[in-house]
């Protein structure tokens, strides 16, 4: 989307102008209303037509948070987009923060993404036609929000894509090559291990997961290296392009298992922004990209496995692999770069869904000041997460009489805490580690679409939570 910027009154043939709520009436060049007929109250719209333009005014409320206005102009530009025929003109009043304008950007360019990806005759949002006009009036110099806003969205539209599209599309050889190519337009080092250097390596628990399918694993290790790091931050994605459960075969809602690297989409995502932002902080970021499948050569439940750490782990069910991946993941991350902080996400347990639904992440650490950093960065955007313990009481989930951990309990109860305790088990002790269990926040049912779809939930999260460091 290409913004010019101007100060003058000029029209285009669509004109969008944000208001708070007030209690006056609202008087914009010629035009007069009265707060009766329109006060600026969330999610309201006003519309008014004059000499072939058309004025959209758009209520934002009192006091309203950045995920309501970027939901209420990802809507505008979603379903208003017939109005969106050549040229456009926002107007920013000066009561409308950075954030507030950053909220905005973000949603009108989120706004252009559709899900037909493979329909014969979809046509593209007039946003994103080369000779589009988009023009920006604002009182103030907003030019680097405004680019900050459509970085922010364009990191998310990646993720929407890696995510919603099918897994004979998104393979763990995809990811990889999107990573060396996002590595290489945004400036990171990327460096792929296959089957054989990751055998060679000792990364035994991710080949095992791996085995059943006739798509080559690939573990993926990404480094951010601004000049002078403030900090060095260490990320890991789960990255199971497709889930069948394994032997231990799902049921049920694997039409949906395509999205079960979001984790790993995420990762990706906000490694594209952090880059394209340039903060000055060093991320090294690993995604373990897998399928589990079913043939002759997959695990079985009650095999006994290796893992980088050194530790053998008892397969009590094949369906508990996003935490044997990520179990390598975070041993690699942590022996060989020792970050000071280590966040991993994935969609691990449907037991978090059970207990948050689709409103928050899961969110485990000991480390109380993480816990406040990340909720605080998450609260900013809307991407909000809440607190499970990690207490030493459900230790005795993972504990194996075979082998020195076991990779699920068995249990109807605690799944998400005891998948949990798995992974704090190598974690080397680390005092600043999180996961943060998004199983059911990354793809869901909203206004934006028929079907389930990506929400890039953590892109911006882990990024805010990353610059407010």
């Not at 285009?12 to 609202?26: D, G, R, V």
């Not at 763990?172 to 089957?195: C, M, N, R, T, Y």
């Not at 691990?348 to 639904?357: D, E, I, M």
């Not at 993480?370 to 909000?384: C, P, S, Y």
Request: a negative charge; aromatic letters at 10%.
């Amino acid at each position: 989307m290409k913004i010019h910027y101007t100060n003058n009154q000029t029209h285009k043939k669509l004109n969008l102008i944000p208001l708070l709520e007030t209690e006056e009436a609202i008087i914009f060049d010629e035009i007069h209303l009265s707060k009766t007929i329109f006060s600026g109250k969330k999610d309201s719209l006003y519309f008014y037509e004059k000499d072939e333009n058309i004025f959209i005014f758009i209520g934002l409320g009192k006091d309203p948070d950045y995920k309501s206005i970027k939901t209420t102009f990802r809507r505008i530009s979603t379903k208003q987009k017939s109005y969106f025929k050549e040229e456009a003109k926002l107007f920013l009043s000066g009561d409308l923060s950075n954030d507030y304008i950053e909220a905005i950007i973000s949603g009108l360019w989120l706004g252009t993404y559709q899900l037909g990806h493979y329909k014969k005759d979809i046509t593209k949002h007039p946003l994103e036609l080369n000779e589009f006009i988009f023009e920006v009036n604002s009182s103030s110099d907003v030019k680097n929000v405004i680019d900050k806003g459509l970085k922010i969205a364009n990191a998310q539209l990646e993720t929407y894509h890696l995510v919603d599209l099918p897994p004979n599309k998104i393979t763990p050889k995809h990811l990889a090559d999107w990573a060396i190519e996002a590595g290489k337009k945004f400036g990171f080092s990327v460096e792929v291990f296959g089957q054989q250097k990751s055998k060679e390596v000792g990364l035994d628990a991710f080949i095992s997961v791996g085995k059943g399918s006739a798509n080559e694993s690939q573990f993926i290790i990404m480094d951010y290296q601004p000049e002078n790091a403030k900090k060095h931050i260490g990320l890991v994605g789960k990255g199971i392009t497709f889930d069948t459960g394994g032997l231990n075969i799902k049921t049920a809602g694997m039409v949906h298992m395509k999205c079960d690297m979001a984790g790993a989409a995420a990762v990706l995502g906000a490694m594209q922004l952090i880059a394209d932002l340039q903060l000055p902080y060093r991320v090294t970021a690993i995604v373990p990209a897998c399928e589990n499948s079913v043939d002759a050569n997959s695990f079985l439940p009650s095999d006994v496995i290796g893992s980088y750490s050194g530790h053998s782990i008892e397969i009590i069910d094949t369906d508990a692999e996003g935490r044997l991946i990520l179990a390598d993941g975070l041993s690699y991350l942590i022996k060989n770069y020792n970050p000071e902080t280590v966040i991993d996400l994935a969609t691990l347990t449907g037991s978090s869904v059970a207990t948050f639904g689709n409103e928050c992440g899961a969110l485990f650490t000991n480390n109380e000041l993480l816990v406040k950093q990340l909720q605080q960065a998450g609260d900013g955007i809307g991407e909000r997460l809440w607190p499970l313990p990690l207490w030493d009481a459900y230790k005795s989930d993972i504990e194996s009489e075979i082998a020195d951990v076991k990779n699920y309990s068995g249990k109807p109860v605690a799944g998400a805490i005891s998948a949990a305790k798995f992974l704090e088990f190598f974690t080397e002790n680390h005092t600043s580690w999180a996961h943060l269990d998004i199983a059911g926040v990354t793809f869901v049912d909203d206004e934006f679409a028929k079907t389930k779809h990506a929400t890039a939930f953590g892109v911006h999260l882990i990024t805010n939570f990353i610059e407010n460091q």
